[in-house]
């Protein structure tokens, strides 16, 4: 799926969130969102998944304007995004394998094949162990990985990781970058985090700030061949 932003405007009581955004992301892109608190990282990525509507300017999903959609047909274009966010979001009544396994089931997948799905997904990031483990029995890195095994669980064809390495100590944080690059092989990821991390090995880097954006290519010294 290649995304694009046309002109985005976003407004939050008046007060510009992102302003005359114009952006592409073709498919199978890897590109950081970077910039400071208030500078419209997290906005820009719900406009991208049409969570949010923009007030002005288009959103294009394989140059079809997200916004002329039906809400139905919206929601099952969205199928094809993942979200992994700040905090891990895991319900902490639930053990590891149910908190990845339950999106699937709400979205209509048959109990089998969503436990297979899950258990593919935590292997895939390396914690098949702690599937009957709650979320508190887990260190902070443990509890990214399951953050990321529930947005991969579903499939999808695009990534999006809300600031994935806050909180997390540098290496655990290198640990949790390798696991987003390995899983993202074959997908589009956009990851917003708040300055460039050389760990992440990323090629293209998006510099905003106030809302707009103000740099977008490679980052000084932060390239795939830094690390």
Same mark, same amino acid.
């Given at each position: 799926?290649? +995304? ?6 976003? #407004? ?45 300017? #288009? ?37 590891? +394998? ?14 089998? $094949?969503? #436990? ?16 009957? +483990?709650l979320p508190d029995q887990l260190s902070g890195g443990m509890r990214k990985r399951a953050g990321i095994a529930r947005a991969i669980a579903a499939r999808p064809k695009v990534l999006l990781a809300d600031d994935p390495l806050a909180g *997390? ?32 090995? *990323? ?5 905003? $700030? ?18």
């Amino acid at each position: 799926m290649e +995304l694009r932003l046309e002109g985005i405007a976003v #407004r939050f009581d008046g007060a510009p969130a992102l302003s005359d955004v114009s952006v592409a992301f073709p498919f199978g892109a890897h590109v950081g969102i970077c910039g400071g608190p208030g500078s419209g990282k997290t906005t820009l990525l719900k406009v991208l998944a049409g969570l949010r509507r923009p007030d002005e300017g #288009r959103v294009l999903w394989d140059g079809e304007d997200v916004w002329a959609l039906s809400p139905a047909t919206r929601r099952d274009r969205q199928a094809a995004f993942g979200m992994v966010f700040q905090s891990d979001a895991l319900f902490d009544s639930e053990t590891i +394998l149910m908190n990845v396994e339950v999106p699937l089931l709400r979205r209509g997948v048959p109990a089998p $094949e969503a #436990r297979a799905r899950a258990l593919e997904a935590l292997g895939d990031v390396g914690i098949t162990e702690a599937a009957d +483990l709650l979320p508190d029995q887990l260190s902070g890195g443990m509890r990214k990985r399951a953050g990321i095994a529930r947005a991969i669980a579903a499939r999808p064809k695009v990534l999006l990781a809300d600031d994935p390495l806050a909180g *997390l100590d540098p290496s655990t944080a290198a640990q949790i970058a390798r696991v987003l690059r390995r899983v993202a092989q074959d997908r589009t990821l956009v990851l917003a985090v708040p300055d460039p991390l050389a760990q992440l090995r *990323l090629p293209r880097w998006i510099r905003l $700030e106030a809302g707009r954006i103000v740099e977008d290519g490679p980052a000084n010294g932060v390239t795939p061949d830094t690390v």
